[in-house]
């Protein structure tokens, strides 16, 4: 009785401490800088999203891919704390500059919204991954 007793135990805590991937790509060319959050902050089964990540300091030319992970250690506190605190890793990697400048150049550039032309904003939960451009001004025929 105690075999079997073990063996669900084991069971139960195998089944429940599955890692979770999830990428998120823009089609943005990626450049080498990343903006990498191990331990962002998530409650009661991560219907308490983490706070989003404004890369839009980092990343001049947009984000090129988001990735959002539990990893082995993220799932085991998780199960420790009956997943009322559910930690995830979140990877952003910026896009390259589409001048064909690197990406250290364009943060080197003035944070004015005139010249990055791009607002960037990460959020989790219920919404996406969001990237807007800036308006493009419209010509109307004289």
């Known amino acids: 009785m105690k075999g079997i007793r073990s063996l669900a135990l084991l069971v139960c805590a195998i089944g429940t401490s599955a890692c979770f991937h999830a990428v998120i790509e823009t089609g943005l060319p990626a450049s080498g800088r990343v903006i990498s959050k191990p331990w962002a902050h998530s ?3 991560g219907l308490v ?21 539990h990893s082995f250690v ?3 506190v998780a199960m420790l704390t009956w997943s009322l605190y559910t930690p995830i890793k979140i990877d952003v990697t910026c896009a390259a500059d589409r001048a064909g400048a690197k990406d250290d ?17 990460i959020r989790f939960g219920r919404q996406a991954a969001k990237s807007e ?7 109307l025929p004289e």
Do not use: H, M, W
Not at 49 to 69: F, H, L, M, Y
Not at 105 to 121: E, F, L, M, R, V
């Open 43 to 45: 409650f009661v089964y």
């Open 49 to 69: 999203p983490p706070a989003p990540i404004d890369a839009s300091n980092v990343c001049r030319s947009g984000v090129s891919k988001v990735e959002t992970q």
């Open 74 to 76: 993220n799932g085991l």
């Open 105 to 121: 150049d364009a943060a080197a550039a003035t944070n004015s919204a005139t010249t990055t032309g791009t607002s960037t904003i």
């Open 133 to 139: 451009p800036a308006p493009v001004p419209t010509v």
